[in-house]
C-alpha cells in the first residue's frame, strides 16, 4: 500500500503495542494512540495518520496485492483485479472461476478461493470496506462510451475468433460494462464462445441469463 511513514519498524512496534493485528486494524489508529508511543513526536504522527488516510485512494488491483496472498504477487493482483471488477466478485469466485483467468494455475486458485473462505480474512475484508479502501476498478468517466451494455454485468466464457478474451473485456469495460467471474441471478448477460463450460451453461439457463454468442454481442454494440 506504501503508506508514508509505516516502514516495516513502524509495522512491528505497532503490532508489539497490540495497537494492530491484521491490515484492517491500521484504518482505526488515532492520534492519542500514537502519540503515546516513545519517539513519536506530533507531526510525525500526523504523517502517518495522513499517509493511512491517502491509502484509501490506492487502487484496488494494489490492495489485492497488500492483502498477502500466497503466490498473489503484483502481477497477478492486477489480472484478478482487472478479470473480476471487485473484491466482492473475486471473494465469490469458485476455483474454477479464477483458472478460468489468463495464466492463473490451480495452485493459484486454491489460494485465493482459501483465503476468501477464511473466517479470520472476512474481518480483515470487513474492517478495509468500512474503512473505504478502494475493493473494485474505478473507471475514469471520460474513457467509458454510453451503449446497451452500459452497467451490465456481464461474463465471458469460451474462446472467440474476432476478440482474444482480454480484448473482449477491454471492449466490455470501454463500453460501461463490468466483468464479472461468475454467474448469479445478478448476471445481465453471458458473452459465450468456443468451448464455454457445461456448468456455466447450465447454470446460465437455469437462471434466465440471455446468453450472446460473439456475433451477438458485435450486432449489440453495433462494432
Known amino acids: 500500500m506504501d503508506i508514508a511513514g509505516m516502514g516495516s519498524e513502524t509495522v512491528q512496534l505497532f503490532?508489539?503495542?497490540?495497537?494492530?493485528?491484521?491490515?484492517?486494524?491500521?484504518?482505526s489508529l488515532t492520534f492519542?494512540?500514537?502519540?503515546?508511543?516513545?519517539?513519536?513526536?506530533?507531526?510525525?504522527?500526523?504523517?502517518?495518520?495522513?499517509?493511512?488516510?491517502e491509502?484509501?485512494?490506492?487502487?484496488?488491483?494494489?490492495?489485492?496485492?497488500?492483502l498477502g496472498i500466497r503466490h498473489v504477487g503484483a502481477t497477478v493482483a492486477k489480472k484478478l483485479a482487472k478479470h473480476f471488477g471487485?473484491?466482492?466478485?473475486?471473494a465469490e469466485a469458485s476455483i474454477e472461476d479464477v483458472t478460468a483467468v489468463d495464466s492463473m494455475g490451480e495452485v493459484i486458485a486454491r489460494e485465493v478461493h482459501s483465503y476468501f473462505r477464511s473466517?479470520?480474512?472476512?474481518?480483515v475484508l470487513d474492517a478495509l470496506i468500512e474503512a473505504g479502501v478502494q475493493l473494485e476498478i474505478v473507471q475514469s468517466e471520460d474513457s467509458i462510451t454510453e451503449s446497451p451494455i452500459t452497467g451490465a454485468k456481464i461474463v465471458v466464457s469460451g474462446v472467440f475468433e474476432r476478440f482474444s478474451r482480454n480484448e473482449l473485456k477491454d471492449t466490455i469495460e470501454k463500453y460501461g460494462g463490468q466483468n464479472v467471474g461468475s454467474i448469479s441471478g445478478k448476471t445481465t448477460y453471458v458473452v459465450a464462445g468456443e468451448g464455454m463450460g457445461p456448468s456455466?451453461?447450465?447454470?446460465?439457463?437455469?437462471?434466465?441469463v440471455p446468453?450472446?454468442?460473439?456475433?451477438?454481442?458485435?450486432?449489440?454494440l453495433g462494432l
Open 15 to 27: 503490532v508489539e503495542k497490540d495497537l494492530i493485528r491484521h491490515p484492517g486494524d491500521l484504518y
Open 32 to 53: 492519542d494512540q500514537l502519540i503515546e508511543l516513545e519517539g513519536f513526536k506530533e507531526k510525525s504522527v500526523q504523517n502517518i495518520l495522513e499517509g493511512i488516510a
Open 55 to 66: 491509502s484509501k485512494k490506492v487502487p484496488f488491483e494494489r490492495v489485492l496485492f497488500g
Open 86 to 90: 471487485s473484491m466482492y466478485a473475486l
Open 119 to 123: 473466517e479470520n480474512n472476512a474481518l
Open 200 to 208: 456455466k451453461l447450465k447454470k446460465a439457463e437455469s437462471l434466465g
Open 211 to 220: 446468453i450472446l454468442s460473439e456475433q451477438d454481442f458485435i450486432e449489440l
